[in-house]
């Protein structure tokens, strides 16, 4: 007989994918930057790292302690890019911002011209 999974076990072996787990924080990443939920964005993050090898493997990898990664990773009042961008360089990745449009002037841009296809920010493998 075939033993069920919980979603979670799912999503946490389709993210041990380094092209999904890519992806999937993308996803969370500009729906961040839509609505900017914070919890959600931090529970794409959660994910991620369990699905890498886990706090103290993705710590150990970033040079951070486990309690300062478990700290950021459980902050859900605000983001420190500074301690994102160490995670991600962990994972072999990096955030980096795209222009909008080569012909749009981004002063000629508001808020509600921005689509999720218009994110500016990507993330990247370096492997």
């Known amino acids: 007989m075939e033993k069920l999974r919980t979603w979670h076990e799912?999503?946490?072996?389709?993210?041990?994918?380094?092209?999904?787990?890519?992806?999937?924080?993308?996803?969370?990443?500009?729906?961040?930057?839509?609505?900017?939920?914070?919890?959600?964005?931090?529970?794409?993050?959660?994910?991620?790292?369990?699905?890498?090898?886990?706090?103290?493997?993705?710590?150990?990898?970033?040079?951070?302690?486990?309690?300062?990664?478990?700290?950021?990773?459980?902050?859900?009042?605000?983001l420190h890019l500074g301690t994102l961008s160490t995670i991600l360089k962990a994972l072999g990745w990096r955030l980096s911002i795209e222009p909008l449009s080569v012909e749009k002037d981004s002063s000629e841009l508001t808020n509600e011209q921005l689509t999720p296809s218009d994110t500016p920010l990507r993330l990247g493998c370096n492997s």
């Open 10 to 78: 799912f999503l946490i072996e389709q993210l041990t994918d380094r092209e999904e787990a890519i992806g999937y924080l993308q996803v969370s990443l500009e729906e961040y930057l839509i609505d900017g939920d914070t919890p959600f964005f931090l529970k794409g993050i959660r994910n991620v790292v369990e699905a890498q090898g886990g706090i103290a493997e993705v710590a150990k990898q970033a040079g951070l302690a486990p309690k300062t990664l478990s700290e950021f990773l459980s902050n859900e009042d605000s």
